[in-house]
């Protein structure tokens, strides 16, 4: 038990601090496709981040829907069912806000490539 709690804890730290870098490169890269067109190869860079920042989130959501999943397992039979329930929406409204980011960032680098 104690592993599991421990490669958990482990997991999320490193999503966490994937996901702490994804968004200052994030930024980044917005603000540079704003002010100055984009060359072939830096929108493909930006594609590249742009996937992995997609990914990245993805992966923050599994952590933390394995991670509500385990606080669940204290509650009662009908409550920890419940509990499951509400943490597999909210994991799923996590991947469709990433997936309508990713598609927005899609967009941006293409209007904004030479």
Same mark, same amino acid.
């Given at each position: 038990m104690n592993k599991h709690v421990l490669s958990l804890v482990a997991a999320t730290a490193a999503c966490l601090c994937i996901g702490a870098q994804a968004? @200052? @490169?994030t930024t980044a890269t917005s603000s540079m496709a704003a002010s100055v067109?984009?060359?072939s190869g830096q929108a493909a860079?930006? /594609?590249? !981040?742009? /996937?992995a920042d997609y990914k990245a989130s993805k992966k923050e959501a599994d952590a933390r829907l394995d991670r509500a999943k385990a606080d669940c397992i204290a509650?009662?039979?009908a409550s !920890?069912?419940?509990c499951r329930k509400?943490?597999?929406a909210g994991a799923k409204k996590e991947k469709a806000d990433a997936k309508v980011t990713e598609e927005a960032n899609k967009m941006d680098i293409k209007a904004n490539t030479k």
């Amino acid at each position: 038990m104690n592993k599991h709690v421990l490669s958990l804890v482990a997991a999320t730290a490193a999503c966490l601090c994937i996901g702490a870098q994804a968004a @200052d @490169d994030t930024t980044a890269t917005s603000s540079m496709a704003a002010s100055v067109p984009l060359t072939s190869g830096q929108a493909a860079m930006a /594609k590249i !981040q742009n /996937k992995a920042d997609y990914k990245a989130s993805k992966k923050e959501a599994d952590a933390r829907l394995d991670r509500a999943k385990a606080d669940c397992i204290a509650n009662t039979d009908a409550s !920890q069912s419940a509990c499951r329930k509400a943490a597999k929406a909210g994991a799923k409204k996590e991947k469709a806000d990433a997936k309508v980011t990713e598609e927005a960032n899609k967009m941006d680098i293409k209007a904004n490539t030479k």
